[in-house]
Nanobody, 121 residues
Framework: QVQLVESGGGLVQPGGSLRLSCAAS????????MRWYRQAPGKQRELVAH???????TYADSVKGRFAISRDNAKNTVYLQMNSLKHEDTAVYYC???????????????WGQGTQVTVSS
């Protein structure tokens, strides 16, 4: 079994910062991509940031220059540093990872349970 557990969400004022973490655990051989998505009330889930196993990153236009995704491969953990937060960043944030449980197996996508981020004064 594989689990992804997010942490670090909470309430923050506009202009503030938060750091989200997502740790993968269980029977893991390798992790390819790791991603952060978010879903605001009444909206579709959207991709926020993506990082490859080699560390290449991509971001949604709405967060470029404010958010930074990183990963610690030794800890099977992905982070999302969020700076200059805006009201419109309020959402449930989910991590998603492509995980292979044995050698030569294609990665399968796993999701965390989500963590709430609320930006409000």
């Amino acid at each position: 079994q594989v689990q992804l557990v997010e942490s670090g969400g909470g309430l923050v004022q506009p202009g503030g910062s938060l750091r989200l973490s997502c740790a993968a655990s269980g029977s893991i051989f390798s992790i390819s991509f790791m991603r952060w998505y978010r879903q605001a009330p009444g909206k579709q889930r959207e991709l926020v940031a993506h990082i490859t196993s080699g560390g290449s990153t991509t971001y949604a236009d709405s967060v470029k220059g404010r958010f930074a995704i990183s990963r610690d491969n030794a800890k099977n953990t992905v982070y999302l540093q969020m700076n200059s937060l805006k009201h419109e960043d309020t959402a449930v944030y989910y991590c998603n990872a492509g995980i292979s449980q044995r050698v030569m197996a294609s990665p399968r996508g796993y999701w965390g349970q989500g963590t709430q981020v609320t930006v409000s004064s």
